[in-house]
């Protein structure tokens, strides 16, 4: 019997290269040139506390007809509100082809579509496609955030996560939980603010939390 020499290798040793992301308070990691899908009553805090961790200016999409807004006084703890800068499209079809368009320009890191419901696979695999555009250009690899009322849903999202409020007397405190993402496990932590000097990170149990009115989030952040 002739055995014949294997003229390539069929598994490789090179090491894994992971992608470049952006990082929160530590250990929160976000590939960058994706959409990501954060849900729950208190989804702008860590929107929010996502664009602390970038430089430059931060686009807010949001529909002209939504009813809620943020209140500056409360983004003040989080960003410089000169930062942000504001569209507010008047046709629901203009909503994410606003964020395609700036993430394909690769002009800011962050790009947040704060939406009325959570998109679907076809505008999601658009926005990545526009983000990773975006990076090919040499420039600012962008990161898209989808913000998605009740527990989302948006269908082939880079993670999605889910934030609601746990505060104490004299204490602000919100659950995070990282329900699905394409490299990590989920995982739930607790973000609490500091006396106004940080926020940070603790571990929290691996339960999955309800989802809360978004009446709490309105009061936090206008």
């Given at each position: 019997?002739?055995?014949y020499p294997m003229t390539a290798p069929i598994l490789s040793r090179a090491p894994h290269r992971p992608r470049p992301a952006l990082t929160a308070l530590g250990e929160l990691t976000f590939t960058l040139a994706r959409a990501h899908e954060i849900c729950g009553a208190a989804r702008r805090v860590l929107a929010l506390l996502?664009?602390?961790?970038?430089?430059?200016?931060?686009?807010?999409?949001?529909?002209a007809w939504a009813p809620d807004r943020l209140y500056p006084d409360a983004v003040t703890r989080f960003?410089?509100?000169?930062?942000?800068?504001?569209?507010?499209?008047?046709?629901?079809?203009?909503?994410?082809w606003t964020v395609e368009e700036v993430l394909r320009s690769a002009a800011v890191p962050l790009v947040v579509a704060d939406l009325p419901a959570p998109p679907g696979l076809t505008p999601v695999r658009r926005l990545h496609l526009a983000a990773e555009a975006g990076a090919a250009l040499g420039g600012t690899a962008p990161l898209g955030l989808l913000l998605s009322p009740g527990a989302g849903g948006a269908a082939g999202v880079e993670s999605r996560w889910h934030v609601a409020p746990r505060?104490?007397?004299?204490?602000?405190?919100?659950?995070?939980?990282?329900?699905?993402?394409?490299?990590?496990?989920?995982?739930?932590?607790h973000v609490r603010?500091?006396?106004?000097?940080?926020?940070?990170?603790?571990?929290?149990?691996?339960?999955?939390?309800?989802?809360?009115?978004?009446?709490?989030?309105?009061?936090?952040?206008?």
């Open positions: 019997m002739y055995f996502l664009a602390r961790e970038t430089a430059g200016p931060v686009f807010w999409v949001q529909p960003i410089a509100p000169g930062r942000l800068h504001f569209v507010h499209p008047k046709r629901a079809e203009d909503l994410l505060h104490r007397a004299g204490t602000s405190e919100w659950r995070l939980e990282r329900r699905r993402a394409r490299s990590d496990p989920p995982r739930a932590w603010d500091d006396d106004g000097a940080a926020f940070s990170l603790h571990p929290a149990p691996e339960t999955t939390d309800p989802s809360h009115s978004d009446l709490t989030a309105a009061a936090q952040l206008g």
